[in-house]
Antibody, heavy 124, light 108 residues
Framework: EVQLVQSGAEVKKPGESLRISCKGS????????ISWVRQMPGKGLEWMGR????????NYSPSFQGHVTISADKSISTAYLQWSSLKASDTAMYYC?????????????????WGQGTLVTVSS | DIQMTQSPSSLSASVGDRVTITCQAS??????LNWYQQKPGKAPKLLIY???NLETGVPSRFSGSGSGTDFTFTISSLQPEDIATYYC??????????FGQGTRLEIK
């Protein structure tokens, strides 16, 4: 069974750093890209970026480039999303998700499995 | 950037009703469109991929159609467990993907 299990909820202060995780199991972790998706309170879904765990190559949404870093450790089948300096506006639920590309993630992308979400609250 | 416009933004229907949600792309995206269901407090779930293909295990009352700029998602007979927010998502402009703003479905 494919599973993406994310780390638990976090409460942080503005300016603090944070790294949240997403551990994949039940499939070959290096065969599927992982994306991160933000959902602010009461709002819709926003694509943040993605990583190919086989070589850690990343693509970012222009809206998030420079503010977050996506990484992966294939030895433990885990992807990460990190911030060096959080803002109150980073308060949101963050989902990791597996991308089924049918071979080429520059041609086709279906988000076929999702993690359970990690709630990040940033407040002074 | 490709914009995805879903309508309506919210919808109230009765059990057994046929429900239709539309998604319009700002440019031709062929059939590069997927549909997701998000129940309250849960992660989204894939229902339809490549505009019209039903994901394995998804009930057949769900269906999708369309190509180019206009797409439709249909529930043929609404069930109480279908209460959720539904999102379309395009992948014509990779690596970026874009979601519609969502349609909240409620039971009347």
């Amino acid at each position: 069974e494919v599973q993406l299990v994310q780390s638990g909820a976090e409460v942080k202060k503005p300016g603090e750093s944070l790294r949240i995780s997403c551990k994949g199991s039940g499939y070959s972790f290096t065969s599927y890209w992982i994306s991160w998706v933000r959902q602010m309170p009461g709002k819709g879904l926003e694509w943040m970026g993605r990583i190919d765990p086989s070589d850690s190559y990343t693509n970012y949404s222009p809206s998030f480039q420079g503010h977050v870093t996506i990484s992966a450790d294939k030895s433990i089948s885990t992807a990460y999303l990190q911030w060096s300096s959080l803002k109150a506006s980073d308060t949101a639920m963050y989902y990791c998700a597996r991308l089924d590309c049918g071979g080429d993630c520059y041609v086709r992308v279906v988000v076929d499995y999702w993690g359970q979400g990690t709630l990040v609250t940033v407040s002074s | 950037d490709i914009q995805m416009t879903q309508s309506p933004s919210s919808l109230s229907a009765s059990v057994g009703d046929r429900v239709t949600i539309t998604c319009q792309a700002s440019q031709d995206i062929s059939n590069y469109l997927n549909w997701y269901q998000q129940k309250p407090g849960k992660a989204p779930k894939l229902l339809i991929y490549d505009a019209s293909n039903l994901e394995t295990g998804v009930p057949s009352r769900f269906s999708g159609s369309g190509s180019g700029t206009d797409f439709t998602f249909t529930i043929s007979s609404l069930q109480p467990e279908d209460i959720a927010t539904y999102y379309c998502q395009q992948y014509d402009n990779l690596p970026a993907i874009t979601f519609g703003q969502g349609t909240r479905l409620e039971i009347k």
